[in-house]
């Protein structure tokens, strides 16, 4: 365990099932991001909360609503995806812009749309 | 517009087989460029942090150094365990907060 914990590690739903992801990290750190890995494609930043606030939305569809409770809690809730949604889904913290010791990931949420 | 590439793709070491990975950057400032390994079905794990050109890190079998234009990462004599992919991303001294431009990563495998 890295300190960030994601569950569930994988999810099968339907085009129109609502879900929600769970990240929750140990660290004490202040910052915490969703982003979306897909297959030969670079990582792409979806959310970035700093402080329980959020202050990056990298233009991600609606269908993908962040919720954070307090700065160890992070959501992703899902509803109505597309099949090209399908992808593995990372949570990192970090301490403050995480410069020098990176980001911490979790483990991901592997989600299949059909 | 910033831009990260990575190469190669794919490279597949014998163990003891020296190589490097190439990252090549394009960005308007650079504030930092991080090197991560991930492993089949984990997250990424933080390696390095390099902020100015002529710098180098070493962790165990690996290398990192950064020039105006590329970091190379070294793996020295490796192990099958050495198996992962590498993925690099840097950090524009313009960016809002956390914001990293990721490399699509090379996948090593070593074999013994």
């Known amino acids: 365990e890295t300190g960030v914990t994601q569950t569930p590690r994988h999810l099968v739903m339907g085009m129109t099932n609502k879900k929600s992801l769970k990240c929750e990290q140990h660290?004490?750190?202040?910052?915490m991001y969703w982003y979306k890995q897909s297959a030969k494609k670079p990582l792409e930043l979806m959310f970035v909360?700093?402080?329980?606030?959020?202050?990056e939305n990298n233009s991600v569809p609606s269908r993908f609503s962040p919720e954070c409770p307090n700065s160890s809690h992070l959501f992703l809730h899902l509803h109505t995806l597309q099949p090209e949604d399908s992808a593995l889904y990372l949570c990192?913290?970090?301490?403050?812009?995480?410069?020098?010791?990176?980001?911490?990931f979790g483990s991901g949420t592997r989600l299949t749309v059909v | 517009e910033d831009q990260v590439t990575q190469s190669p793709e794919a490279l597949r070491l014998q163990e003891g087989e020296s190589s490097s990975l190439n990252c090549s950057y394009t960005v308007s400032g650079l504030r930092g460029l991080f090197w991560y390994r991930q492993d089949p079905g984990k997250g990424p794990e933080f390696l390095f942090t390099?902020?100015?050109a002529g710098e180098e890190k070493e962790k165990e079998r690996l290398k990192a150094t950064l020039t105006k234009k590329e970091s190379f990462l070294h793996i020295t004599a490796p192990k099958p365990e050495d198996s992962a992919t590498y993925l690099c991303?840097?950090?524009?001294?313009?960016?809002?907060?956390?914001?990293?431009?990721f490399g699509a990563g090379t996948q090593v495998v070593v074999t013994p």
């Open positions: 660290l004490g750190h202040n910052a």
């Open positions: 991303a840097v950090r524009v001294t313009t960016d809002s907060w956390g914001k990293f431009q």
């Open positions: 390099l902020y100015s």
């Open positions: 909360y700093n402080f329980k606030e959020q202050t």
């Open positions: 990192a913290s970090s301490q403050d812009h995480g410069d020098d010791g990176g980001y911490t």
